[in-house]
């Protein structure tokens, strides 16, 4: 079973950065694709960027293409989400989540075993 933990929300202005972490434990990391999820209230979970096991390729949503990046360091079990230029609208609680290397990293219905979410808040 994988473990996720996720890290590094704040409340920021409107024009700031952050840097999200999501640490994995009791799973070789190198094998699962890594998404990061958010989730505003009353919304739905979406996807916000996905990254493939290898690192090589990444996917963006249209909203935070851009301005976030994500990528991985597979000898630290960690994924990040660099978070640039922020908007109020990116306000929301972000999850990141594994899928298995077997299936496409962009098939979001194999993303599972969510993390607790951090919170970030974008004031304007």
């Known amino acids: 079973q994988v473990q996720l933990v996720e890290s590094g929300g704040g409340l920021v202005q409107a024009g700031d950065s952050l840097r999200l972490s999501c640490a994995a434990s009791r799973v070789t990391f190198s094998s699962y694709h890594m998404g990061w999820f958010r989730q505003a209230p009353g919304k739905e979970r979406d996807i916000v960027a996905a990254?493939?096991?290898?690192?090589?390729?990444?996917y963006y949503a249209d909203s935070v293409k851009g301005r976030f990046t994500i990528s991985r360091d597979n000898a630290k079990n960690t994924v990040y989400l660099q978070m640039n230029s922020l908007k109020p609208e990116d306000t929301a609680v972000y999850y990141c989540a594994a899928s298995p290397m077997t299936r496409s990293y962009m098939d979001l219905r194999w993303y599972s075993n969510w993390g607790q979410g951090t919170q970030v808040t974008v004031s304007s």
């Open positions: 990254i493939r096991w290898t690192g090589g390729s990444t």
